[in-house]
């Protein structure tokens, strides 16, 4: 069983930045082959998907609405996925969640992921 936490949400004004830390509970984390992912779901909406890393973090892929603000990136030393969020806005405002899969590749979808941590907050301010 792989268990995922994350760290690193807060309370932070528009244009600032934060990272958050997603670590794994797996004993090695690159011979688990998982690729990765971070998705968000603010009050009253739908999951969404922000962004993507394989397994060996040579590949990425984000939602528009993150692109050039946000940087997945991963240490399999570390068992860590982390995302960089820079030039926040009010409505990046939500609970940012930290996802693993079987799969060794990119994952846009909630059900290609079998591995969910508990969700850290981040608020955006105006």
């Known amino acids: 069983q792989v268990q995922l936490v994350e760290s690193g949400g807060g309370l932070v004004q528009a244009g600032g930045s934060l990272r958050l830390s997603c670590a794994a509970s797996?004993?090695?984390?690159?011979?688990?082959?998982?690729?990765m992912g971070w998705f968000r779901q603010a009050p009253g909406k739908e999951r969404e998907f922000v962004a993507t890393?394989?397994?060996?973090?040579?590949?990425?892929s984000y939602a528009d609405n993150v692109k050039g603000r946000f940087t997945i990136s991963r240490d399999n030393a570390k068992n860590t996925v982390y995302l960089q969020m820079n030039n926040l806005k009010p409505e990046d405002t939500a609970v940012y969640y930290c996802?693993?899969?079987?799969?060794?590749?990119?994952?846009?979808?909630?059900?290609?992921?079998?591995?969910w941590g508990q969700g850290t907050q981040v608020t955006v301010s105006s």
């Open positions: 996802a693993g899969s079987r799969f060794s590749g990119l994952g846009y979808r909630s059900a290609e992921y079998d591995y």
């Open positions: 890393i394989t397994w060996s973090g040579s590949s990425t």
């Open positions: 797996v004993r090695t984390f690159s011979s688990a082959a998982m690729g």
